[in-house]
Nanobody, 114 residues
Framework: QVQLVESGGGLVQAGGSLRLSCAAS????????MGWYRQAPGKQRELVAS???????NYADSVKGRFTISRDNAKNTLYLQMNSLKPEDTAVYYC????????WGQGTQVTVSS
């Protein structure tokens, strides 16, 4: 089993930055892919960014050039650096790990004010 805990969300003005963290514990050696998803109230959960153990990254078109996904293997932590934030980025952000089955974190709220 893998457990994921997100942190770093909060309230920020448009144009500002936040860094989200996702701490992984459990059978972390089995993880192949990790990613960030987000979901606004009444909307579908969508992929924001993902990263493989080999370092390959994937970004949603809406965040490409503004967000950067990275990992610190020594700390077993996934990060999402979010720059030039827009009100449209307001959502609950979830960490996801793929290790044969999918594990989700509880989510962290990001609110971007105009």
């Amino acid at each position: 089993q893998v457990q994921l805990v997100e942190s770093g969300g909060g309230l920020v003005q448009a144009g500002g930055s936040l860094r989200l963290s996702c701490a992984a514990s459990g059978n972390i050696f089995s993880i192949n892919v990790m990613g960030w998803y987000r979901q606004a109230p009444g909307k579908q959960r969508e992929l924001v960014a993902s990263i493989t153990n080999g370092g390959s990254t994937n970004y949603a078109d809406s965040v490409k050039g503004r967000f950067t996904i990275s990992r610190d293997n020594a700390k077993n932590t996934l990060y999402l650096q979010m720059n030039s934030l827009k009100p449209e980025d307001t959502a609950v952000y979830y960490c996801r790990a793929l290790y044969g089955i999918v594990a989700w974190g509880q989510g962290t709220q990001v609110t971007v004010s105009s």
